[in-house]
């Protein structure tokens, strides 16, 4: 199976952007959805998560409130809105199938209960 993240570009603070992830290969809406991203130099840190009916939803407290996670079932496909970005948003972006439905308030950002990456996207937010 397959995630693919795409949407990324650079734009200047206080901009937005789209990311979307496009699954293949399995059946998505029995799987919750994260978003992790990596700076240079950084270990990979969760963004947001979302469970498999979109019920639920997930935030780092870096992002709260200036992005938003949504899914599509029918288009297997996850979003994540991004507005009022920072420079310090700048990093690769990747979304990530979690080992369930549902994903856990206290393992949602850890990287290892995820069991399938996809290739990042690069956001640069820069003036």
């Known amino acids: 199976f397959q995630l693919q993240a795409s949407g990324g570009g650079s734009v200047q603070p206080g901009g937005s952007l789209r990311l979307s992830c496009a699954a293949s290969?399995?059946?998505?809406?029995?799987?919750?959805i994260g978003w992790f991203r990596q700076a240079p130099g950084k270990g990979r840190e969760g963004v947001s998560s979302i469970s498999s009916s979109g019920g639920r939803k997930f935030y780092s407290a870096s992002v709260k409130g200036r992005f938003l996670v949504s899914r599509e079932n029918a288009k297997d496909s996850v979003y994540l809105q991004m507005n009022s970005l920072k420079p310090e948003d700048t990093a690769t972006y990747y979304c990530?199938?979690?080992?369930?439905?549902?994903?856990?308030?206290?393992?949602?950002?850890?990287?290892?209960?995820?069991?399938?990456w996809g290739q990042g996207t690069q956001v640069t937010v820069s003036s």
């Open positions: 990530a199938r979690w080992f369930g439905s549902n994903p856990i308030a206290s393992t949602w950002a850890t990287p290892s209960q995820y069991d399938s």
């Open positions: 290969g399995f059946s998505f809406d029995n799987y919750a």
